[in-house]
């Protein structure tokens, strides 16, 4: 059984650092791209970016690019999502997601339960 | 802002048949997939490609394209159904992804 299975939540001050992590299992991890997806409170889903945990090609959605860095660990199946410096705006819930890249597609067919990161002074 | 453009909401009556449109330039050459988000859960994949359900989703979901919309539509809804529905696709250039702004579908 494919799992993607997330650290718990967090509450942060504004200016710390953070980083959360997904691990998967049930599938070969290095063979799926993962990706993170962001939803504000109240709000819709946003694309962060993703990892190719075999050979760690990144990308990143714009809106994204050198606020957050994303990594994985081969080693031990699970990705990461760093920030160095937070701030309230980042409050929100993460989702991991194992991204399938088709010729004409792009969708995610399992979902992480969700880190809730809290950033508050 | 998202490149794909969803109506925030939309109601059906309980066994009549709805349809949740997504529009944007992207889908006229990348197919939507679809996702359904229930309260306090995470999103769950309904439709994906031409027209695929993953295992366990209801034949009621089903999936369909026409130049620059995709649409998902539910046959007989259910109370069950009640939820928030997003489109994602391929963003124009095909080398990123874009979220849909999401439909609240309400079973009346």
């Known amino acids: 059984e494919v799992q993607l299975v997330q650290s718990g939540a967090e509450v942060k001050k504004p200016g710390e650092s953070l980083k959360i992590s997904c691990k998967g299992s049930?599938?070969?991890?290095?063979?799926?791209?993962i990706g993170w997806v962001r939803q504000m409170p109240g709000k819709g889903l946003e694309w962060m970016g993703i990892?190719?945990?075999?050979?760690?090609?990144?990308r990143y959605s714009p809106s994204f690019q050198g606020q957050v860095t994303i990594s994985a660990d081969k080693s031990i199946s699970t990705a990461y999502l760093q920030w160095s410096s937070l701030k309230a705006s980042d409050t929100a819930m993460y989702y991991c997601?194992?991204?399938?890249?088709?010729?004409?597609?792009?969708?995610?067919?399992?979902w992480g339960q969700g880190t809730l990161v809290t950033v508050s002074s | 802002s998202s490149e794909l453009t969803q109506d925030p909401a939309v109601s059906v009556a309980l066994g009549q048949t709805v349809r949740i449109t997504c529009q944007g330039d992207s889908l006229r050459s990348y197919y939507a997939s679809w996702y359904q988000q229930k309260p306090g859960q995470a999103p769950v994949l309904v439709i994906y490609g031409k027209n695929n359900r993953p295992s366990g989703i209801p034949d009621r979901f089903s999936g369909s394209s026409s130049g620059n919309t995709a649409s998902l539509t539910i046959t007989g809804a259910q109370a069950e159904d009640e939820a928030d529905y997003y489109c994602?696709?391929?963003?124009?250039?095909?080398?990123?992804?874009?979220f849909g702004g999401g439909t609240k579908l309400t079973v009346l």
């Open positions: 997601v194992r991204q399938i890249r088709g010729l004409r597609m792009y969708y995610f067919d399992y």
């Open positions: 994602n696709s391929r963003d124009s250039s095909g080398n990123l992804v874009v």
């Open positions: 990892i190719y945990p075999g050979d760690s090609d990144t």
């Open positions: 049930g599938y070969s991890f290095t063979s799926y791209w």
